[in-house]
């Protein structure tokens, strides 16, 4: 609730009847009861000047506002408090983030809470931080045994001495504790977790992986490793998750599933492999790649192939008389129309200099004659709108039984060079 501050009157949770947004006094007293989180203002001392919560207040310990907001931190959670304060404090004005912490409650408990804070220092209304908060899930009732006995407890003491997410999970799939490091890294899904499981923290085929890993684990002591990317996390994350099933000869006890940030090592692993597969220039795979993509196409039984070779008629008077700079501006705003002719199922590289290789799916030459010649009028198109004489040159090959990549390449390439002397033929006719 709000309550008031020092001098203020005390004829409603805000002071006076304005203050209930319109609702009457006894109104506001009934849905106030119906909160679950609590919306706190806290001057730069870390002093709480105004709460809204449920009636017990923020942390069920009634008076609140005047408070320090140190005061209902444990002894040993006091330096991290202090390194969040000093956070907050060097922030600027719009400076918005999310914490989870444990407080110090009225019964004696210390429970978990996701904090956010938003830095308002330049709001006159409130001239400090908006903080709120809302109590994360507790720990799940021990109804297995091993959660129940003094080894699950030391398991537990265990889990959340390490600095590493940590869950762990009965023999009957249920997710019983998360330390600290666990709570924040699932803050934003932890109800769900620990209502359905924790394949919430995936989507899709991966939450049913996930799934598979616990249930096969809950039958049989082991270890499996997945990694996930986590959902609702408002920014890509990628996750490893060791899961380990702890038991006595086939008999399962718990499951240990320990949670890796890989986020910065996927994205490096990812660049690496984009670099190994990709064209400097163009961003178009390079040679190899589409050799490679023509290679896994033609393995594949009863996949339709082709080929399109294409050359720039006109390019090398692009490089020769407005330069290489130019030249190279030019080979990606012609690779950007190429592939803007390309169907999802089709693939197009860079094969060398100014030459490109599409690998197709096509059912017939037919159709594989009409994507050259709507990839020919694009590459005309770009060409023109940015001011040079240019044209391209296309030969087709679609798959024969036995072909090699090289086999499909070779032929559309033999077939674009007929295109280019049929061309010079007819032009020199005029």
Known sequence: MIEPQAGEPTDGPLGSGEAYGGL????????????????????????????????????????????????????????????????????????????NVPLRCGDGTVRAF????????????IDGFILRLRELPRRA?????????????????????MPLPILLIGSDGRLYYA?????????????????????ALADGEERRQIEEAVEALRHQPGERSLIFRQRATGELRVVEAQISGLGKGERVLALVVTLVDITARHLTESELRRRAISDPLTGLLNRSEIEESLCRRLA?????????????????????????????????AIADAISGE??????????????FVIAAEVEEAGALEALAGRVAAAVARRASALGFAVTASIGTSVHLPGDTPRDLIRRADRAMYEEKRLRRIAADAL
């Open 24 to 99: 009457s006094p006894g109104l506001f007293e009934r849905l106030r009861g119906e909160l679950s989180e609590s919306v706190a203002v806290v001057d730069a001392e870390g002093r709480v000047r105004s709460l809204l919560g449920p009636p017990s207040g923020a942390v069920g310990i009634g008076q609140v506002v005047g408070r320090h907001i140190f005061e209902y931190c444990a002894p040993d959670d006091l330096p991290r408090a202090l390194e969040l304060a000093v956070e907050a404090l060097g922030s600027s004005p719009g400076w918005e983030t999310t914490w």
């Open 114 to 125: 996701e904090i956010r804070v938003a830095n308002h220092q330049d709001d006159p209304e």
């Open 141 to 161: 009732e021990a109804t297995n045994p091993l959660f129940a006995s003094e080894l699950g407890r030391e398991l537990e003491s265990l889990a959340g001495a």
């Open 179 to 199: 330390n600290d490091a666990a709570r924040e890294m699932c803050a934003a899904q932890l109800d769900e977790v620990f209502a359905s499981g924790i394949g």
């Open 300 to 332: 594949t039984p009863g996949r339709p192939v082709g080929v399109c070779y294409i050359d720039l008629d006109g390019f090398k008077l692009v490089n020769d008389t407005h330069g290489h700079e130019v030249g190279d501006e030019f080979l990606v």
């Open 342 to 355: 390309l169907s999802p199922a089709d693939e197009v590289g860079r094969f060398g200099g100014d030459e």
